[in-house]
């Protein structure tokens, strides 16, 4: 019976769902320190434990490790184990603590596990990432290029943007994501005097936003999409292969009539 109940599915699912709500609750101030919720979160904790435990016991450790969400869980409850332990061995340094509580939002990644076809979208996202290795490639040489020359041009003027390449580097990354796109060129143009280069720094940062934004980022968004939906491109171009086999079918039968 407790067998069962820990190789259930859907009761850890149902119990990583209710430690995500002590989770949500422990991170609002006026309980963040409450006994009661710390207490049954490090239930949840042995809990897991339990199921780490049983799991083991029913399929030996090398079938239990042999799969890969297994590791994933187990590599979770390790590390979430001291933050027990804590209550029971004084701890000088509270930057501990931080990190311990850290790991409370990590055991919440195991729900993943649980989304339909989660491995056909982890195997979308792998060439997803591929696909846009290149394409991504270029954007960042784009934006260091752009950073370099932004920097030399507009750091004495706007240094808050543009005063070292790492900052340029992120305006500029800001305004491929049309973050800010017309503010910074405006918070510049106010320090300009001379109506040619007031029209220039405007004509350059509308190309930045055009050639980094518009074409840069839209083209990898583009690609990692295509990638990510190629499997649903694949079953419908199947299902036309089909169709077309079961109409040259037809139309050799109605000719041998």
């Known amino acids: ?36 919720l710390e207490i049954i979160d490090h239930v949840f904790i042995l809990f897991f434990v339990v199921e780490a435990a049983v799991k083991m016991i029913k399929w030996g450790p090398k079938g239990y490790f042999a799969s890969g969400w297994n590791r994933f869980d187990f590599t979770i409850v390790v590390f ?37 076809n989660m491995a056909q979208l982890m195997s979308g996202l792998g060439r997803a990432l591929k696909a846009s290795v290149f394409v991504l ?18 750091g004495d003027i706007a240094p808050e943007y543009f005063g070292d390449p790492l900052i340029s ?3 500029i990354f800001q305004l ?6 017309n503010e910074i060129p405006a918070d510049i143009t106010e320090h300009l005097s ?16 055009l050639v980094g934004g518009i074409f840069g980022m839209s083209l990898a968004n583009a690609v990692f999409v295509d990638e990510m939906t190629i499997d649903n491109n694949q079953a ?18 109605i000719s041998k009539k």
């Open 137 to 154: 490639a270029a954007v960042f040489f784009l934006n260091f290029l752009l950073a370099i020359f932004t920097c030399h041009f507009f």
């Open 236 to 253: 419908l171009e199947h299902k036309i292969d089909q169709l077309q086999e079961q109409i040259a079918d037809l139309k050799r039968l």
């Open 169 to 171: 580097a992120y305006s």
């Open 1 to 36: 019976m407790l067998t069962r109940f820990f190789l259930s599915e859907r009761n850890m699912m149902l119990a990583i769902l209710v430690n995500a709500i002590i989770i949500f609750l422990l991170y609002f101030p006026g309980l963040e320190n409450d006994p009661r």
């Open 194 to 209: 001379l109506p040619i280069m007031v029209w220039a720094t405007r004509f350059y940062f509308g190309f930045v936003v």
């Open 176 to 181: 491929f994501t049309l973050e800010g796109w």
């Open 80 to 116: 979430s184990i001291p933050s027990v332990l804590v209550n029971f061995i004084p701890v000088p340094d509270t930057s501990l603590l931080i990190i311990l509580r850290l790991f409370r939002l990590i055991r919440l990644i195991r729900f993943i596990r649980f989304i339909p």
